[in-house]
Nanobody
Framework: QVQLVESGGGLVQAGGSLRLSCAASGRTFSSYAMGWFRQAPGKEREFVAG????????FYENSVKGRFTISRDNAKNTVYLQMNSLKPEDTAVYYC?????????????????WGQGTQVTVSS
């Protein structure tokens, strides 16, 4: 069982930056691949970024490549999402998710545990 708690969301102007954190409970954090997803109003939840268990491989949705960086600190049981050059279309509730195993999947159905989400609002 893993419990995930996101933090770091807020209101920022276009072009600004935010850093999201997701703290995980439990002693087996390093056995989970981690992902960040987001859901904008009226839209389906979508994959944003993922990182493998060791933190050595990262994956990004095309629209965030070059602007967002996912990383993890297994000693701190935490995964991060650094978001730079934010755009109004990045406005959404951001969720972190964990799946037991080595592979990062883009599909939300592959993830076993979810946080409650944190709101990110980017004003133009």
């Amino acid at each position: 069982q893993v419990q995930l708690v996101e933090s770091g969301g807020g209101l920022v102007q276009a072009g600004g930056s935010l850093r999201l954190s997701c703290a995980a409970s439990g002693r087996t954090f390093s056995s989970y691949a981690m992902g960040w997803f987001r859901q904008a109003p009226g839209k389906e939840r979508e994959f944003v970024a993922g990182v493998n268990r060791e933190g050595t491989s990262t994956f990004y949705e095309n629209s965030v490549k070059g602007r967002f960086t996912i990383s993890r600190d297994n000693a701190k049981n935490t995964v991060y999402l650094q978001m730079n050059s934010l755009k109004p279309e990045d406005t959404a509730v951001y969720y972190c998710a964990a799946r037991s195993g080595a592979i990062v999947y883009y599909s939300e159905t592959r993830y076993d545990y979810w946080g409650q989400g944190t709101q990110v609002t980017v004003s133009s």
